[in-house]
T-cell receptor
Framework: ETGVTQSPTHLIKTRGQQVTLRCSSQ?????VSWYQQALGQGPQFIFQ???????GRGNFPPRFSGLQFPNYSSELNVNALELDDSALYLC????????????FGSGTRLTVV | EDQVTQSPEALRLQEGESSSLNCSYT??????LFWYRQDPGKGPEFLFT???AGEEKEKERLKATLTKKESFLHITAPKPEDSATYLC???????????FGKGTRLHILP
């Protein structure tokens, strides 16, 4: 059973709206990253946080932003939603140290209409 | 540009028919190569991390190997429950960015 919990599981939003997706990581996992996965594609890296600071970003516009909190939870915020933002959004966390495999949550399915 | 290419896109095998999935990568200064399994509607499930050429790891019917340019996921005598999408990903030194391939959809027929 995964130690990473995401909410909500499904969400429908209207184009132009804003959305906040939430992730609760395993205790001690101070690295969290967010991914966007379109249907039939591999996950695309959005950004990564380490100890509440963004330390890596993929090719996503600034309307994608995030926060990481001291209690190992994090948020992904998307402003001015576009139809192409419809996807599965995945959160993954990793413990400190070397390159351990990231533990993924089950994702939030976002549909923009 | 850092890139991960997986082949084939889809693979159908009979139960017990062994095969291999390929992951080719181009990345400067590989920090790690990961294999994940993903079932429909779920997040990826971690399988292996490989760090250097020549390294091999095994788990049940799966064995992952790594060279300087590619990785293979060998599946021996697969069962229907091995049906899933298998994702390969690499971690680059720049920003610790993890780059995924598009995956191989594996279907094992009983």
């Amino acid at each position: 059973e995964t130690g990473v919990t995401q909410s909500p599981t499904h969400l429908i939003k209207t184009r132009g709206q804003q959305v906040t997706l939430r992730c609760s990581s395993q205790s001690g996992h101070n690295t969290v990253s967010w991914y966007q996965q379109a249907l039939g594609q591999g996950p695309q890296f959005i950004f990564q946080y380490y100890r509440e600071e963004e330390n890596g970003r993929g090719n996503f516009p600034p309307r994608f932003s995030g926060l990481q909190f001291p209690n190992y939870s994090s948020e992904l915020n998307v402003n001015a939603l576009e139809l192409d933002d419809s996807a599965l959004y995945l959160c993954a966390s990793s413990p400190p140290g070397q390159n351990y495999g990231y533990t993924f949550g089950s994702g939030t399915r976002l549909t923009v209409v | 540009e850092d890139q991960v290419t997986q082949s084939p896109e889809a693979l159908r095998l009979q139960e017990g028919e062994s095969s291999s999935l390929n992951c080719s990568y181009t990345v400067s200064g590989l920090r790690g190569l990961f294999w994940y399994r993903q079932d429909p509607g779920k997040g990826p499930e971690f399988l292996f991390t490989l760090y250097s050429a020549g390294e091999e790891k095994e788990k049940e019917r799966l064995k992952a190997t790594l060279t300087k340019k590619e990785s293979f996921l060998h599946i021996t005598a697969p069962k229907p429950e091995d049906s899933a999408t298998y994702l390969c990903a690499v971690q680059a030194p720049r920003n610790d960015k993890i780059i995924f391939g598009k995956g191989t959809r594996l279907h094992i027929l009983p």
